[in-house]
């Protein structure tokens, strides 16, 4: 039976080490859907620490754009992170001085979340609270956390479940 659940919170507020317990509570076998783009060393090491965090049981998928070509029917996955895979979607349309159309990417987030989605799955998604602060002086910045606000809104009304991480504790909204 199809399920979704979003996960959201501000940086190392638990989401990521919150989802995948849910997920082995769900299933022995989950799948890790890696969204990250490897930026430098210093990011490298932390998705190294995130692989051995988790054990063997876990299949692991790294897809930096296309999540609706991850096929996962019948099982458990968590997404991890709505964020940096919305970072991905917008690099090939920044042009010079930052900008991207917002409406454009975020038409195809919605897509490709909704063809992935449309798989029998359980689907656990972490993304990032980054509109709880004050408005960005920069207009890349501030394009980016409308984009991230919508898409985050869009998958909450289509989850079944949402919840808060506040310090390392879940808190059910939905």
């Not at 979003?6 to 940086?11: A, D, K, P, R, S």
Request: aromatic share 8%.
């Amino acid at each position: 039976m199809k399920k979704i659940i979003l996960i959201t919170g501000g940086e190392r507020s638990g989401k990521s080490s919150y989802a995948e317990s849910l997920a082995l509570s769900i299933s022995p076998n989950p799948v890790y859907i890696a969204t990250a783009h490897i930026w430098d060393e210093e990011f490298r090491h932390r998705v190294q620490l995130h692989k051995e965090r988790r054990g063997p049981q876990w299949t692991s998928i790294e897809e930096e754009i296309n999540l609706s070509g991850c096929k996962i029917e019948g099982r458990c996955a968590v997404i991890d992170c709505v964020t940096l895979w919305l970072t991905n979607l917008i690099q090939p349309h920044i042009s010079k001085g930052g900008n991207f159309d917002v409406k454009a990417v975020l038409e195809n987030a919605k897509r490709q979340f909704d063809e992935f989605t449309s798989q029998d799955a359980t689907f656990i998604f972490v993304t990032n609270e980054i509109g709880s602060g004050g408005v960005s002086p920069n207009p890349m910045q501030r394009r980016f956390t409308d984009l991230q606000g919508w898409m985050n809104q869009y998958i909450a009304e289509k989850a079944n479940e949402v919840f808060l991480m506040v310090s390392g504790i879940p808190v059910k909204i939905k």
